[in-house]
């Protein structure tokens, strides 16, 4: 607890502070035990084996290795471009890596944020813009990472920047080809949550930035067939390759921002659909005005399939009566998920202000089991629905909903009143759970980062160090880390870039001296510690004699990879790689001690 | 009469993040356990070689404890995870050559978890206390001496 105080009291003395060692009898003894006759003999035990420790410990200096100022920040939503920004204001190169043709996430699509009712669109795309002209900020969408290596400071990462089949340096951004792609109503809008087709070349939203289109190779006729080229036909520029491949780029890197955010709860058929684990009877994607609360926001946004009008998407009528359901996967183990999703109350209570507003005479109800409105402003906002806009808020849960005469029969219970209720909805929108990416697993086996079992990234100190992982160097803005909302993902990314921005502070980074080394002489190349090693650490090292013939390939650690678990010493047959610090000598020397 | 005075000794491996910072706790709480437990610390269970073990045996150890990070988080991502695969196949190998395994304690303890380490440290003890002194294992010693 107390070895960082007692290094430096050594070195203070001019000491190494290496050669200092603890028996911690104040901890580990005094403090613990009744008997003080047994608990001083004790002691005589701890500090015998210290002492045995203490005599084969050397003199060690921290390794000091060099910081690449340069950051890669994953995920282009509101958290990553808050980090790059920040990041790169303060005067350091920042590599954006989004996979999406366009920067913005989720933010982009919604209609207006709680609780102020502004609009999204309207306070992100400055900041879109700005990412794209800032003249440190490297913009790579529609990429993905691929790989990353090395350590905090000195990372070396591989991003895969697919292939747009668009030339981005001819492209102008004009959008003929847009207008002009035969294929109208095939593809599925990922931006318009299904409510909406895209052609074939697209640009996701109009704001996009960059305003460059992508070819979707899985609907464009030409990859199918060989034939139509209207695009090549009416782009001016010649800018569309159809044979364009996807491009592999390394950077050099110094501190990683993860912010890949988040992924609504889906139990329909929707593409990438998870499996359904349950709310079957809510009838969500097989009745087409069941729908989740990103689909809402695209209906009530301004640049929406509607225009901001209030439509059911089955028949483009206005819906007289609207249902809210929350907590549809969240806080329920057995269909969903355990974990509360933290914005849902604000977001429905705000669906359902936004439907007051433009359908006065409509009326909204809200199906919830609690209200969790903490945060600056929120309750009075959740008040000003119920009060101001009359919302009829009912505490309960829905059984069913099915169709009857063109109507949703809403079934559930008002616990407060003990009585069931039932509603024919015109509409009905399910505010389901938040999820981690379906492909967060893989990013964290690729960055080093642990997860939980949703897949959202852990952070190493729940209080302490928020916006830390394990492994150094990588920090964590935004939804990935758990559900949050944009206040709190925007503070947490300004939280990573200054975290980022604290190592680029020196030139140097210090380090734990105690990692693994290899006696050359006796390693018989076997790799087991190489197979063992959580940090790829372990490098092949060719031995070569004064001819320059390869002798043997031997393990050699990289000292600055290592990180000194001594995983690599136990499995080690020949006992040629061993921990400084903490050797076999030494550990035998205090089981010893101990007979 | 010589069971009531037996006091059995245990030595146990941990790691330098869970679980002897776990203990760490248990003392800054004033918590309380029997003294017959003496720490070792390792940087990882993932560092501990079985070998350790066996020598803490022959040096009289009547009982082994190894404490490491839950599963999952391990401070070097996977350490526990190897340390956890290796002591299946240990313990495999110590009925085998005829050590009694039910000797050698495995438990996860959190650096947060000062009151699970005295709950383990504890049953421990009484468990190997009730199994008396390890004379066993001199015994087969003794003969492989012989046998040379």
Excluded at chain 1, 96 to 102: A, D, G, M, R, T
Excluded at chain 1, 402 to 419: L, Q, R, S
Excluded at chain 1, 466 to 480: D, H, I, N, Q
Excluded at chain 2, 19 to 48: E, F, Q, W
Aim: glycine share 8%; charged share 25%.
């Amino acid at each position: 607890m107390h070895e960082k105080t007692f290094r430096k009291a050594c070195a203070d003395s001019g000491l190494n502070p290496f050669l200092c060692e603890i028996a911690n009898l104040r901890e580990h003894c005094s403090w613990v035990h009744e008997d003080i006759v047994e608990g001083t003999k004790k002691a005589i035990d701890l500090v015998r084996i210290a002492v045995e420790r203490v005599k084969r410990n050397v003199p060690l200096s921290p390794i000091q290795v060099p910081v690449t100022k340069k950051a890669l920040v994953i995920g282009g939503g509101i958290s990553g471009i808050q980090a790059s920004l920040d990041i790169a204001n303060a005067g350091f190169d920042v590599v954006l890596v989004e996979k999406q043709p366009s920067i913005g996430g989720h933010m982009s699509q919604l209609s207006e944020t709680f609780p102020t009712l502004d609009c999204s669109q309207c306070i992100l795309t400055p900041r879109m813009v700005e990412v794209y002209q800032h003249p440190r900020i490297k913009l790579l969408t529609y990429s993905e990472v691929e790989n990353v290596e090395g350590f905090i400071g000195n990372f070396k990462v591989t991003i895969r920047k697919k292939a747009r089949s668009i030339d981005e340096s001819k492209c102008t951004g004009c959008g003929l080809c847009v207008q002009k792609c035969p294929i109208k109503k095939k593809a599925y809008n990922e931006f318009e949550e299904g409510l909406a087709f895209r052609p074939a070349v697209y640009v996701p939203f109009p704001q996009a930035v960059p305003n460059i289109p992508v070819i979707d190779r899985t609907v464009c006729t030409y990859y199918q067939t060989g034939k139509c080229q209207m695009c090549v036909k009416v782009c001016g520029r010649e800018a569309i390759k159809f044979d364009q491949e996807d491009t592999l780029i390394t950077e050099d890197i110094g501190a990683i921002v993860v912010a890949t955010g988040y992924k609504l709860y889906t139990i329909d058929k929707k593409p990438d659909a998870q499996e359904i684990k349950g709310y079957g009877e809510y009838g969500y994607g097989k009745y087409k005005d069941v729908v989740d609360g990103l689909q809402f926001e695209r209906i009530a946004s301004a640049s929406g399939p509607t225009s901001g009008e209030i439509l059911r998407p089955s028949d483009n009528s206005v819906p007289k009566k609207i249902v809210f359901i929350q907590c549809v996967g969240s806080r329920d183990e057995s269909k969903g998920f355990s974990y509360c999703s933290k914005i849902c109350c604000m977001y429905t209570a705000k669906h359902a202000m936004l439907y007051k507003h433009k359908v006065h005479d409509g009326e909204a109800y809200v199906f919830y089991m609690d209200i969790r409105a903490g945060g600056k402003g929120y309750d009075e906002f959740v008040r000003r629905a119920i009060e101001e806009d009359n919302v009829k808020y009912i505490r309960g849960r829905v059984s069913r909903i099915y169709e009857e005469n063109g109507k949703y029969i809403v079934k559930g219970e008002d616990t407060i009143a003990g009585m069931p209720v039932v509603i024919d909805a015109d509409m009905v929108v399910l505010a389901t759970a938040i999820t981690a990416q379906p492909d967060a697993v893989k990013l964290a086996q690729t960055v080093g980062m642990s997860y939980d079992k949703y897949g959202f990234y852990n952070e190493v100190h729940p209080k302490l160090r928020p916006v830390e992982v394990s492994t150094a160097g990588v920090f964590l803005a935004g939804a990935c880390q758990a559900p949050k909302d944009i206040p709190e993902s925007v503070a947490m990314a300004s939280a990573a870039a200054s975290k980022s921005l604290v190592l680029f502070g020196s030139d140097l980074l210090e380090r734990e001296p105690t990692v693994a080394k290899v006696n050359e002489s006796i390693c018989a190349g076997c790799f087991y510690c190489q197979k063992v090693c959580a940090y790829n650490a372990i490098e092949r090292k060719e031995i070569k004699d004064r001819q320059g013939n390869v002798v043997k390939v031997i393990a050699s650690v990289n000292s600055g990879l290592c990180q000194g678990c001594g995983t690599c010493n136990a499995v080690c047959p020949s006992k040629s790689v061993e921990l400084v610090g903490f050797n076999d000598e030494q550990i035998y020397a205090q089981i010893n001690a101990l007979g | 009469m010589e069971e009531k005075t037996f006091e059995p000794k245990i030595t146990a491996f941990v790691c330098n993040w869970c679980t002897y910072t776990g203990a760490d706790l248990a003392g800054t709480s004033r918590l309380k356990y029997k003294p017959n437990i003496k720490m070792i610390r390792v940087p990882c269970t993932g560092r501990i070689d079985p070998v350790f073990i066996i020598k803490a045996f022959e040096k009289g150890a009547d009982g082994v404890l190894i404490s490491g990070c839950h599963p999952g988080d391990c401070h070097y991502n996977t350490g526990n995870y190897h340390a956890r695969r290796r002591w299946v196949l240990f313990t495999e190998l110590l009925n085998y050559i005829g050590i009694d395994s039910s000797r050698l304690f495995f438990s996860w303890v959190s650096a947060s978890e000062g009151k699970k380490f005295v709950d383990v440290v504890t049953e421990v003890t009484e468990t190997v206390r009730k199994k008396g002194p390890f004379i066993q294992y001199h015994k087969i010693n003794k003969e492989f001496v012989l046998d040379e």
